[in-house]
Antibody, heavy 127, light 108 residues
């Protein structure tokens, strides 16, 4: 059974870059058929999709975050990563990594739900 | 963007009772690409239902999903202690993927 684990700094200063890594165990990230995803949850609130990446490096981003966002993948380490630039207090959230099985393409978008999740990593943006 | 509105915000029930949760979309969800998740405190969400009505691997049959277009329902036939949690719906038929605000099922 695949397991995902987020890691990275818990505190980031405003205007800096938030960086997180997701380590995947119990399965190969490059075996295909799945997209590797980031989702966040603001304190006491709902969930927000950030984006996902295929093992080939193809990415799909939430348009609201696209200008500040980079998701990358390292198949040799079985990891994928998130970088969010120019953060503000509004980026304070629990960040989850998740696996999404490929379902279909709809108007150029890979459509997917999330069938495995990490435990989450709280990132606070504060000086 | 497809906005998902979940109701009620909180549902107070006893173990063994039936729970009915609603998820309404601001526009029709493409191909009924709608999923349901359960989230317990301090944990990541767990997939329960995808494609509006298909149970995920390992999910007991007390969970069922129904609906189409803009109106979807998650039904838990008999609440077990582990079912007292927050439930989210998610649409994955259009960009950006979006989630509802959640329904908390609490012990009465």
């Amino acid at each position: 059974q695949v397991q995902l684990q987020e890691s990275g700094p818990g505190l980031v200063k405003p205007s800096q870059t938030l960086s997180l890594t997701c380590s995947v165990s119990g399965g190969s990230i490059s075996s295909g058929g799945h997209y590797w995803s980031w989702i966040r949850q603001h304190p006491g609130k709902g969930l927000e999709w950030i984006g996902y990446i295929y093992y080939t490096g193809t990415t799909y981003y939430n348009p609201s975050l696209k200008s500040r966002l980079t998701i990358s993948i390292d198949t040799s380490k079985n990891q994928f990563s998130l970088k969010l630039r120019s953060v503000t207090a509004a980026d304070t959230a629990v960040y989850y990594c998740a696996r999404a099985p490929f379902e279909a393409m709809v108007q150029g978008l890979v459509v997917a739900y999330f069938n495995s999740w990490g435990q989450g990593s709280l990132v606070t943006v504060s000086s | 963007e497809v906005v998902l509105t979940q109701s009620p915000g909180t549902l107070s029930l006893s173990p063994g009772e039936r729970a009915t949760l609603s998820c309404r979309a601001s526009q029709s969800v493409t191909s009924n690409y709608l999923a349901w998740y359960r989230q317990k405190p301090g944990q990541g969400p767990r997939l329960l239902i995808y494609g509006a009505s298909s149970r995920a691997t390992g999910i007991p049959d007390r969970f069922s999903g129904s609906g189409s277009g803009t109106d979807f329902t998650l039904t838990i036939s008999r609440l077990e202690p582990e079912d007292f949690a927050v439930y989210y719906c998610q649409q994955y038929g259009s960009s950006p993927l979006t989630f509802g605000g959640g329904t908390k099922v609490e012990i009465k």
